[in-house]
């Protein structure tokens, strides 16, 4: 097969090819007949008349050449024919083509066969046989020939079986979730394939990788790629949050930079059904509490667009979101700010405007920052906070509704109110009073809730903050109890950890293993797992051993398909539920609530999350399950319950299982579902409205409504975002919800006022009874958060004066490390007779002083600097303050070049494939030394870790292990981004190349040097040099007997001793 042929190629070049090469060519192309199509993710080509078939060379090249470049519609796309497959024609009979399919859903996988294939097949869901396969299960050819094969015989129908059973093996061991062939043709000799499309799952990549190879994803046709769309990808691949950008018109004058995958796919169907969808520019979100680095990159890149061309009405910018759940808003506000700052000539001469709407921790910071950089840039800047309707930005900019001169700011801020902000709500808390039919919930005297007042949890990750929110949502709830009974994390000993009950400070315990945990909390019964992606499924399938556990909340998203499925089917087999995953989680106002669910200490007051309304939602997005909370808040008595669901695929629970729970609830008095475009779960929902299983009042709707004003397919910002039919689209689905009697809005932006229709209409019929609202307790702030907002100051514990690690680069006495090295200080030569008796090479020399000098020091904070300084103020010498600060070298400070050159070598010696080793130390709960940084990042890389490598790249004769490090670096970061190969990583790695590839040394002599400490030999000398700076620092700056503050320490006294 010939693939990519381009109009300005030869088609057949011979010179310089091998002679074997030439006669397999010539014999392929010259002499056979041909098959010629475009391979362009195109359906349907032979009713387009896209493939041609039989032809020779000739035909083909013109046939190729007369549709090279050429525009082609394909539904309501329109593109260019850019690339072509050429393959050998298969001559065969009709009666041998036959059509196979195999799909993934909910509950397994269907496999379709007809024993006609073809361009004409026709209606393959009515004509196709099918074979359902369940989750863990594999059809046997017995199956196989009995439920498929009817229609086919003799040796045909052996040779079938047999490639339909091998084919879904392969269709299962690749983490498939769709393949297609027609026509597959069966003769009694062979199957051939002659046509195929497939989509995998791009989740299972860390999985599949070695299999799979290199994966480029092409766009959908009629859409070409753009270098500034593969640049935000590739700086999604490198972060751990959430960057998209899809441009779907390039000279559209409307443009957007959106929050959140949920409010992302809102603000374009806002702008859609307000008339904008020829002048939308692009779709995409950023989320996951992106950094203001990345932040800014994402901004530059989509102001580099908007401003390449101008409009005669000047263009728009939407600056959206929801209320964040845990993003800090004016630390991406910064990073916008910044890319506008850059922009502003040319913002300024297109005439743009911005409306920015947005909420969430800090949020009123970045609101001000936004406003003042409107004065200070020359351009309208419209700024609003949860005060507003999400999408009324949107309507504001598009001149459909006046934009109000100064919008009302709430007067509370951080995680507290302010003096004068607790205002009576108004919208009271209501009575409850029974009132539906009786027949909607007979039989239903246990109603199995989720979580209650007294529900106590056990986390799965060291979440500090997490956990430290669920605990301030207890106390404002006025819980008698901490909702958090323990956490989990394997990669440390069993410890307790520091955190705020109000006022006072508590312990909670972390455990190593949860089997401990368990045994030790028998009262907890929801698990909330914050395990990484790859670590997720095997966390879940230990916790499902532990009958205790009723609730588990899944907070990864990407999950490969096929192990959220069997998650689905053991959970069930358990009665458990799983929310998630790929959910923030759900909240019970004055109960319980998941991990960030409900966002910070301002928002759940501003939400009144502490008590319990009447109304009760499901939702897919987290983000958006936030906002709910603030659209009930504003229009009822507040929020009873609510869930996200989650935005993957196969979420572990769907909407009607909330739904019955909360309907057969007699608290909950009106339900609220926000569903999204994609999948079929909201049709049970229409069902049980038809069969009146639901008869509270229901208001619904479904994001994504922009899906179908799109000429080529978008994928949106949830994995099951995506229509598959038109049943599927979130039009069909609004209207089957509104043809059964759901309350269902024209738009997402009269939402809001649609819920406080039925409400109101509760009210007026007594069902709901307002009664007065109770202040909640004040939570105070933590001090961190305080001090990020400028509202307090604390004198510095250490003064010193030779060096400062806190910024991009480390600094010896105002002195770059990158100048140090670059001048070439060091006493490489003499350490190699010293330590090697022998002379190295020039570059093994500078190798050597490179690692001193940048071992030498890393500022005042870290432990042996620490204890140096204590002891200098003391009064004691200088070897007796150098020891003390040598003493605390080891495995948990400065030990981990041994250790890292131990671990990657064993490892490559072994044969392991980075990703092995990886799931190997993650499967043994171990961290891989020498990867990972507290400060750098990809995009914030560590210089020191740079220099190195690029000149050990540049002067080692060769670097296999340091290779092996970095393949293994680009795995763990496409988890976290701060987990790079560090100083101590690269310098082990590279100096085990050093030693087994210069040729100074026997491979004994290697393997004895790696194993007697040298590699830590290099921190010991090179940090002595920095602790006797630090000594000399405090004796001449003068400094006197140190004595730790009493109230950085807390006293934590035992309980039993408290009276």
Known sequence: MIKNVSISRTW???????????????????LQKLVVKPDQLIKRRGKLGLIKVGADLAAVQDWVNERMNKEQQVGRAVGKLRNFIIEPFLPHDQSDEAYVCIYSHRHGDTILFTHEGGVDIGDVDTKALKLEVGIEEKPTEAQIKEQLLTHINGTRKDKAASFIKALYDLYVGLYFTYLEINPLVITSKD???????????????????????????????????????????????????????????????????????????????????????????????????????????????????????????????????????????????????????????????????IFVRRAGPNYQEGLRVMREVGMTLGIPVNVFGNETHMTAIVSMALGKRPIPKEPTVESHTANFLLPGGQITAQSPQAERKMDFATRAVAGKNDIAQLFHNRTRAIVWGMQTRAVQGMLDFDFVCSRSEPSVAAMVYPFTGDHKQKFYWGHKEILVPVYKSMADAMKKHSDADVLINF??????????????????????????????????????????????????????????????????????????????????????????????????????????????????????????TTFMDHLLRYHDNPEVKMLVLLGEVGGIEEYEVCQALKEERIVKPLVAWCIGTCAGMFTSEVQFGHAGACANADSETAIAKNKALSDCGAHVPPSFDELGEEIKRVYQGLLQEGIIVPKEEVPPPTVPMDFN????????????????????????????????????????????????????????????????????????????????????????????????????????????????????????????????????????????????????????????????????KKFVKTEFPTTPLLDYALEVEKITTSKKPNLILNVDGVIGVAFVDLLRNSGSFTPEESEEYINIGTINGLFVLGRSMGFIGHYLDQKRLKQGLYRHPWDDISYVMPEHYAS
Not at 12 to 30: D, E, N, Q, Y
Not at 316 to 326: D, E, K, Q, S, Y
Not at 586 to 602: L, Q, R, S, W, Y
Not at 621 to 634: A, C, D, T, V, Y
């Open 531 to 652: 395990a990484s992606l790859r670590s997720a499924f095997d966390s879940t399938v230990e916790t499902l051993a532990f009958p205790q556990i009723r609730t588990i909340a899944i907070i990864a998203e990407g999950i490969p398909e096929n192990l959220t499925r069997i998650l689905i089917r053991k959970a069930n087999e358990k009665g458990v539920s799983i929310i998630g995953p790929a959910t923030v989680g759900g909240v019970k106002p004055g109960c319980f609530k998941i991990g960030n669910t409900g966002g910070m200490m301002d928002n759940i007051l501003h939400s009144k999350l502490y008590r319990p309304g009447s109304v009760a939602y499901v939702s897919r997005s987290g983000g958006m399950s936030n906002e709910l909370n603030n659209i009930i808040s504003h229009n009822t008595d507040g929020v009873y319950e609510g869930v996200a669901i989650g935005g993957d695929r196969y979420p572990g």
């Open 785 to 948: 958060w305080a001090r990020e907002l400028g509202l307090i100051r604390k004198p510095a514990s250490f003064m010193t004066s030779i060096s400062d690690e806190r910024g991009q680069e480390l600094m010896y006495a105002g002195m770059p490390i990158s100048a140090v090295l670059e001048q070439g200080l060091g006493i490489g030569g003499t350490l190699s007779l010293l330590w090697f008796q022998r002379r190295l090479p020039p570059y093994a020399t500078t190798f050597l002083e490179m690692c001193l000098m940048v071992t030498a020091d890393h500022g005042p904070a870290v432990s042996g600097a620490h204890n140096t300084i204590v002891c200098t103020r003391a009064g004691k010498d200088l070897v007796s303050s150098l020891v003390s600060g040598l003493l605390t070298i080891g495995d948990r400070f400065g030990g981990a070049l041994d250790g890292a050159a131990r671990q990657f070598s064993e490892a490559f010696d072994k044969g392991l494939l980075p990703m092995e080793f990886v799931n190997d130390m993650r499967k043994k709960g171990q961290l891989i030394m020498g990867i990972g940084h507290r400060v750098k990042s990809l995009n914030n890389p560590d210089k020191r870790v740079e220099i190195i």
């Open 191 to 353: 199957v051939y394939i002659l046509d195929l499309a497939a989509k995998l799952d791009a989740t299972a990549e860390f999985m599949c990788k070695s299999k799979w190879g290199d994966i480029d994803y092409p766009p959908p046709f009629g859409r070409d790629a753009l270098p500034e769309e593969a640049f935000i990808a590739d700086l999604d691949s490198k972060s751990g949050a959430s960057l998209k950008l899809t441009i779907l018109n390039e000279r559209g004058r409307i443009w957007t930079m959106v929050a959140g995958g949920g409010a992302s796919v809102i603000y374009s169907d806002t702008i859609c059904e307000l008339g904008g969808a020829e002048e939308l520019a692009n779709y995409g979100e950023y989320s996951g509490a992106p950094s203001e680095q990345q932040t800014y990159e994402y901004a530059k890149t989509i102001l580099t667009l908007m401003t390449k061309e101008k409009h005669p009405d000047g263009k728009v910018l939407i600056i959206g979101g929801g209320i964040a759940n845990f993003t800090n808003v004016a630390a991406t506000f910064k990073g916008i700010v910044r890319a506008l700052q850059q922009f502003q000539a040319k913002l300024v001469d297109g005439k743009v405007s």
């Open 12 to 30: 057949l070049t011979f010179v310089s090819k091998p002679v074997a090469l030439k006669f397999f060519l010539f014999r392929f192309i010259v």
